[in-house]
């Protein structure tokens, strides 16, 4: 396994160490799964697809000292096993949470005569890549008057998203790849709910909402402490639905559809759990590790998974000795 440690402020300014551990397993055919001879870097920064402000992300901070369950992952492609089909039913399960999204090949809308529009299929389907740019969102800013301007809070990199006044001619605009099954696109000024399986960027909503008030009170009373109102969901960063209400015990099963080479994946996640054990003067005690994010990459057939644990050292990390990682 990758560790790494962090000494950081808790939200009342107690001095506390993050121990973070992540280990990385290949995913055999059959479902077994077998250490990687590649482990998986510990991630002190987010990693963005591109300019963090005009792109999704792939890999969010693992600097976090806690979350509120486990944060389940699908980065990948959808995969159409037969050819010429319009779309492929992506489903991504672990545990207790399920996902499903319909992927359909490039599309693109055609004004008609009288001024409605409809969907023209371009290309079937072959493999599209699930990211957050080929579901529904974007901005637009096609009107003169910036007050008019408009945001898909919820997905700003994604395509198909008009203002209420907006100067963008639909006639061979794409739509976008990745649409909820219960609530399909059918008039271009639609604006359903973004459907993904990658991390959501901390700005995005409903994820910043969760992030606190940064006001003046704060500034003279509180920083650099979190503010009052500030919600551990905000270190949630799995897609809408596929964070666990309580932490994985690491024993679950994981079903994907549509998006593996080798068709339905079903495997279970390894069940290790990791012991770490913290010395300093005087004694050990065990740390507590909770698993609370669990990354699957289809494409490069490995499974993540990532425990974190928060020790209180304030005012004694000189009496710190060590700390043992067992598995």
Known sequence: MAAATYFLMDRDGAEVMLLVLKGTWRIERGGALSIAEE?????????YRGEPS???????TD????????????????????PHLAHVDVTFGIGPVKKQARVFGDRRWKKGILGGASIIKIRPIEEIPLVWENAFGGIDASYEDSSKHEVCQENPVGRGFIAAKSKIDIDGQLLPNIEDPANLINKPKQRP??????MVAPYWQPRVSYAGTYDEQWRKYISPLLPEDFDICFNSCAAHGLTTPSHLKGTERVMIEGASKYGRLLFDLPGVAPRVIVRRWGDEADLPMQLDTVVVEPDNERVMLTWRGVWNVHGKVHQLISVRVET
């Open 54 to 60: 005009k792109s999704s992300l792939i890999i969010d």
């Open 39 to 47: 482990q998986m870097p510990v991630i002190s920064e987010p990693v």
């Open 63 to 82: 600097a976090v000292l806690e979350k509120t369950g486990t944060d389940c992952v699908l980065i990948g492609h959808a995969r159409a096993l037969k």
């Open 193 to 198: 709910i973004p459907v993904g399986f990658g």
